[in-house]
């Protein structure tokens, strides 16, 4: 049973170590070799005038150095260890995205929401996935390809409609940003639930489904 802020522990070739000094080529690397996850890389965060500011030089970004460089971007994406290296030896500053869809889906809620339904879903004793906590506060849960198809009804079946609560699945054609990545000015994505060899195996949407449209639904 996994614990908000778990920590990772030993030597196991099966874990993403933390990240803290490790550079974001050795961890989208990392992400492509032990976890099996494709990844691909987005735009960086560059000093103009002393203020971030996004390689795609919009002052407007909603997103400094943290979405696609180019809309093919699906396609860029790799599982590949070596190819990772060799994306991230060309641009070493470059954010770490994650296309959802291929080796996982993800749900997204408000950040509230997100902690409300980690806090049932440890009480229910559920086993969880990696879950991500981003500068703009919202959370991802991975879970099973094919949530996208699920979802919908899954909601309706608990007694609300989808377009009432604020979740989302990112699913074929979306894409995640993952630790340590930063938002601009705002800070960096962080790991709410880590990956670990314990949830190497992801849960299936169907099993937190009832946590997250609960907290959705106090949320609103």
Known sequence: MLTVEETIAGADATQIPKQRGESLLDTAVRYAEERHWD????????????????????????????HPT???WAGQ???????????????????????TGRTFDAISVPETAGFLALARMQRMELTL???????????????????????PDLVRKLGWSIGALDLVTLAEGAYVAA??????????????CRPTAANRWLPDAEELISPLTYACGRDR
């Open 179 to 192: 630790p340590p990545t930063r938002f601009g000015s705002r800070g960096a994505v962080q790991w709410a």
């Open 70 to 72: 180019r809309p093919d």
């Open 77 to 99: 994406a790799t599982g590949s260890a070596t190819v990772a290296r060799r994306m991230w030896q060309k641009q070493p500053n470059a954010s770490i995205l994650l296309p």
């Open 129 to 151: 996935g990696p879950v991500t906590l981003t500068p703009d506060r919202r959370m991802h849960f991975f879970v099973l390809t094919g949530a996208s198809a699920k979802v």
């Open 39 to 66: 990844v691909f890389p987005g735009t960086w965060l560059e000093a103009v005038d002393g203020v971030q500011r996004c390689s795609c030089d919009s002052a407007t970004c909603p997103a400094p150095g943290a």
